[in-house]
């Protein structure tokens, strides 16, 4: 089971980061993690993936620049570093663990494991 935290209420410009866990070891038992977001009467999208072996981030054409993903192994957790927030990135973030390769890197099927989401507010 994946937990996603972090979320909360920010202005325009400003950052925040989220992050994503388990109670067991999300580097053992998945080849990499993603994040994806849903927004009020949109469809769930892609935002940011990681694998583990090689250390592939990928990212979404609107979110590259501004977002970072990273993992911290000792910590068994992946973050979701956001800086430069739009009130457009309002959305329930969720984060996705499985063993997606470069064809499914973006695409929900390409993970199993799903976290309960988190709420990422941005205002104007």
């Known amino acids: 089971q994946l937990q996603a935290s972090g979320g909360g209420l920010v202005q325009a410009g400003g950052s925040l980061r989220i992050s994503c866990t388990a109670s067991?070891?999300?580097?053992?038992?998945?080849?990499?993690l993603g994040w994806f977001r849903q927004a009020p009467g949109k469809e769930r999208e892609f935002v940011s993936a990681i694998r583990w072996r090689g250390g592939g981030t990928y990212y979404a054409d609107s979110v590259k620049g501004r977002f970072t993903i990273s993992r911290d192994n000792a910590k068994n957790t992946v973050y979701l570093q956001m800086n430069s927030l739009k009130p457009e990135d309002t959305a329930v973030y969720y984060c996705?663990?499985?063993?997606?390769?470069?064809?499914?890197?973006?695409?929900?099927?390409?993970?199993?494991?799903w976290g309960q989401g988190t709420q990422v507010t941005v205002s104007s």
């Open positions: 067991t070891d999300i580097f053992s038992i998945f080849n990499g």
């Open positions: 996705a663990g499985g063993r997606p390769i470069t064809s499914s890197i973006r695409m929900e099927g390409g993970y199993g494991t």
